[in-house]
């Protein structure tokens, strides 16, 4: 019987482990909790307070956006080590699943409270600066990482050349309905159908590569991949979970109450906010554990967080917000500007044509964070319309 399985056994059948057993797990435990809050990035869990004394005393937009903003980014890399914990607990399917519903939890609270909000423009902003965020300035900056380092680094072609399939389809998915919407006789409504019954599609197949990552064809993703020991229980791993959900739910709701105000009252370009800073939020934590993977040579893992995060962004927390929105009555669509259109796209085929060879150097990772930089340019100068409050 698995060690879970084999502990709720006993729990039901009040039977306790023994007293060494216990402080063995005990220790482990607290080690393991000190190993996860005492990071350098935790010394921003200050601003947790911080952020909700400010919302409610009302200090301003500014310190509200600020002191919110700089508490999620630690929020977010407890919530990652906790869900990683958790995953080594109850097998790779489950725990691929739990990786990929709670690797992405801050994006996806975030969506929900802007959508409850009505900020549409803000979501699509923020989903698509995550996937941009991780395709280009994360895999670039861990490829000039391995090759300031290493003169060429190998790696999986064949597991990279799968997600990037799958982000050709969530690019695609983001065009149509936006080139759909600038035909003549094509209502607003069509729009939402046509994102609606996409979105559910997405979701299947991103099922789909589940179970081909993690079951059918878990050969073509194995390499570098090392046993992973669990260094908390399932009890403390999952209070760690919670606890670090609630906090960013609270944090990210006053965070986003406070875009508008910050857009209005500091002339903060709308599009350079969700495109560049809000993801800033939710990847900080992955962006460094990416760079710092690829210097040590584990360009697979280096992948696997770069551009597995983008393909989980595109195929479930992309669909996943015109569901939410569906349900809210708010009419979030897949039809993203025509600018957002064609940079995913645009960004889709760069990555792929570098990750098609299976090696890279350190050119090849400065030229996509480039191409970053030039969509952020671009982002701060977009045109600004009035704040749309749906």
């Known amino acids: 019987m698995p060690p879970v399985a084999t502990g709720v056994a006993q729990a039901i059948a009040g039977i306790q482990p023994p007293a060494s057993e216990q402080q063995t797990v005990f220790a482990r435990d607290v080690q393991g909790i000190l190993g996860i809050m005492c990071g350098w990035l935790n010394l921003l869990l200050a601003f947790v307070p911080l952020g909700i004394i400010s919302h409610h005393q009302e200090w301003g937009t500014l310190p509200v956006f600020s002191f919110n903003f700089l508490a999620i980014i630690p929020l977010a890399s407890i919530l990652g080590q906790s869900t990683e914990c958790l995953a080594v607990h109850v097998g790779e399917m489950l725990g691929g699943l739990l990786n990929a519903t709670f690797g992405n939890a801050v994006e996806m609270i975030v969506v929900v409270n802007a959508i409850k909000a009505g900020l549409v423009d803000v979501v699509q902003g923020s989903l698509l600066g995550s996937i941009l965020s991780n395709l280009l300035l994360v895999l670039g900056m861990a490829f000039f990482a391995a090759g300031v380092i290493t003169k060429e680094s190998t790696f999986n072609a064949t597991g990279a050349s799968a997600n990037m399939t799958c982000l050709s389809l969530g690019s695609v998915a983001l065009a149509l309905p936006t080139v759909f919407d600038g035909m003549d006789r094509t209502s607003k409504e069509d729009v939402l159908d046509v994102s609606r019954i996409s979105s559910a599609i997405i979701i299947a197949v991103y099922i789909m590569f589940l179970i081909f990552q993690l079951g059918t064809h878990s050969d073509l993703f194995a390499a570098g991949e090392e046993e992973e020991e669990a260094t908390l229980s399932v009890f403390s791993s999952t209070l760690l979970l919670l606890a670090a959900t609630v906090c960013v739910a609270v944090n990210s709701e006053y965070l986003v109450d406070s875009i508008e105000g910050v857009s209005e009252d500091y002339g903060l370009p709308q599009a350079f906010i969700g495109v560049i800073l809000l993801p800033i939020v939710g990847n900080a934590a992955e962006h460094a554990t990416a760079v710092t993977v690829a210097a040590k040579g584990k360009m697979d893992l280096a992948l696997g967080v770069a ?84």
């Open 307 to 390: 551009v597995g995060s983008s393909t989980q962004i595109a195929l479930l927390v992309v669909p996943f917000s015109v569901i939410i929105g569906w349900f809210y009555e708010v009419p979030m669509s897949l039809n993203f500007r025509t600018f957002d259109a064609a940079v995913l796209v645009l960004s889709v085929m760069i990555a792929n044509g570098v990750l098609k060879d299976g090696k890279s150097n350190w050119l090849e990772g400065a030229i996509l964070m480039a191409i970053y930089m030039l969509i952020a340019i671009m982002c701060w100068f977009v045109p600004e319309q009035s704040f749309r409050r749906i």
